[in-house]
């Protein structure tokens, strides 16, 4: 790896070459080995930009999330019996999905000036493969080449993974032990570039995706069916501001084309050592559902258990 002195950095990270959108669509060998020869170069970038930049940047941290799910969430780790709340702020949508408020509607547009000044820092990020490369396209987690790798940032997305995605999955879900590893990405739906995503599951034991736009930035279109497979029916959502959707990754769904406006999310994912998940409807992951609670049982998984972090190292496998 290409490696430079702490106050060069960000210099050399802007004026790479990147590779072509031909070539990051065909993804072809020599993109990856942009993306690792440079990765320690642009950690270093990063780090640097976020150092120039303390005095005016935001720091993100869980106070930008909504204030009702901090407090269940924060009352939930230090009583994991407190668990309940949780799952009572996320509405059913079809067995194995739910929504709730994700983000403060009153703090979204701070979130939002700092992801802008991340695009107009000029350092390289990679887009997810097949997309646009649009603004806020950007792999989140470490284990992608070109992540999003700002100190700071790293700091919430891993809160974001650790205190809050984890436990709701395994408390509505049942996803414990298939939730080790992390993934993240952005993505903006644009009707002139990315406007839809065809029918498909994700390789994941639970997704979480998570809208960013602003209560004022609507648009049309973009709608997400669900396909509840024990009845054959199919659901129809449509993502608000600061709303989040959380649901198994074997559950088939596809986004409506966007007609007009822009709709701009972070997308999660969790899943097993070596990309393991759960195999079978969610039924068959060895819990049943209680009727009077949305949370999912199990005799040997105890409110404490879903209420930890996994101390088994992180791997580097990426699925995409």
């Given at each position: 790896m290409k490696s430079t002195t702490n106050n060069n950095a960000l210099a050399?990270?802007?004026?790479?070459?990147?590779?072509?959108?031909?070539?990051?669509?065909?993804?072809?060998?020599?993109?990856?080995?942009?993306?690792?020869?440079?990765?320690?170069?642009?950690?270093?970038?990063?780090?640097?930009?976020?150092?120039?930049?303390?005095?005016?940047?935001?720091?993100?941290?869980?106070?930008?999330?909504?204030?009702?799910?901090?407090?269940?969430?924060?009352?939930?780790?230090?009583?994991?019996?407190?668990?309940?709340?949780?799952?009572?702020?996320?509405?059913?949508?079809?067995?194995?999905?739910?929504?709730a408020q994700f983000f403060d509607l009153e703090r979204l547009a701070e979130f939002r000036n700092y992801l802008e000044a991340t695009v107009n820092s000029e350092i390289p990020r990679r887009a997810p493969y097949g997309i646009q490369l649009n603004r806020y396209g950007v792999m989140l987690d470490p284990r992608s080449e070109g992540y999003l790798a700002a100190p700071n940032f790293q700091a919430f997305y891993n809160e974001i993974m650790d205190r809050y995605m984890r436990p709701i999955a395994r408390l509505l879900l049942g996803t414990y032990g298939y939730d080790n590893q992390t993934f993240g990405f952005s993505i903006q739906y644009n009707p002139d570039k990315d406007k839809d995503l065809h029918a498909h599951t994700d390789a994941s034991a639970a997704t979480l995706n998570i809208n960013i736009n602003l209560p004022d930035e609507e648009f049309t279109g973009s709608q997400v069916d669900f396909h509840d497979k024990t009845t054959?029916?199919?659901?129809?959502?449509?993502?608000?501001?600061?709303?989040?959707?959380?649901?198994?990754?074997?559950?088939?769904?596809?986004?409506?084309p966007i007609t007009s406006g822009q709709r701009s999310n972070l997308v999660v994912w969790l899943y097993g050592d070596r990309m393991q998940v759960p195999r079978g409807s969610a039924s068959s992951y060895g819990n049943t559902g209680n009727s009077s609670s949305k949370v999912v049982t199990s005799d040997n998984v105890t409110a404490s258990d879903r209420w930890s972090v996994p101390d088994s190292p992180k791997d580097m496998i990426a699925p995409f």
């Amino acid at each position: 790896m290409k490696s430079t002195t702490n106050n060069n950095a960000l210099a050399g990270a802007r004026a790479l070459a990147l590779p072509s959108r031909e070539d990051s669509l065909r993804r072809e060998s020599s993109v990856s080995q942009f993306w690792n020869t440079n990765r320690r170069l642009l950690e270093d970038a990063w780090r640097e930009w976020e150092f120039e930049n303390k005095d005016s940047l935001l720091v993100p941290d869980e106070t930008l999330l909504d204030p009702k799910l901090r407090k269940v969430i924060n009352e939930a780790w230090e009583n994991p019996e407190k668990e309940n709340a949780v799952a009572d702020l996320w509405e059913e949508i079809i067995p194995g999905v739910y929504s709730a408020q994700f983000f403060d509607l009153e703090r979204l547009a701070e979130f939002r000036n700092y992801l802008e000044a991340t695009v107009n820092s000029e350092i390289p990020r990679r887009a997810p493969y097949g997309i646009q490369l649009n603004r806020y396209g950007v792999m989140l987690d470490p284990r992608s080449e070109g992540y999003l790798a700002a100190p700071n940032f790293q700091a919430f997305y891993n809160e974001i993974m650790d205190r809050y995605m984890r436990p709701i999955a395994r408390l509505l879900l049942g996803t414990y032990g298939y939730d080790n590893q992390t993934f993240g990405f952005s993505i903006q739906y644009n009707p002139d570039k990315d406007k839809d995503l065809h029918a498909h599951t994700d390789a994941s034991a639970a997704t979480l995706n998570i809208n960013i736009n602003l209560p004022d930035e609507e648009f049309t279109g973009s709608q997400v069916d669900f396909h509840d497979k024990t009845t054959g029916n199919v659901v129809k959502t449509i993502f608000e501001p600061g709303k989040a959707i959380i649901h198994t990754g074997n559950v088939p769904h596809a986004t409506h084309p966007i007609t007009s406006g822009q709709r701009s999310n972070l997308v999660v994912w969790l899943y097993g050592d070596r990309m393991q998940v759960p195999r079978g409807s969610a039924s068959s992951y060895g819990n049943t559902g209680n009727s009077s609670s949305k949370v999912v049982t199990s005799d040997n998984v105890t409110a404490s258990d879903r209420w930890s972090v996994p101390d088994s190292p992180k791997d580097m496998i990426a699925p995409f």
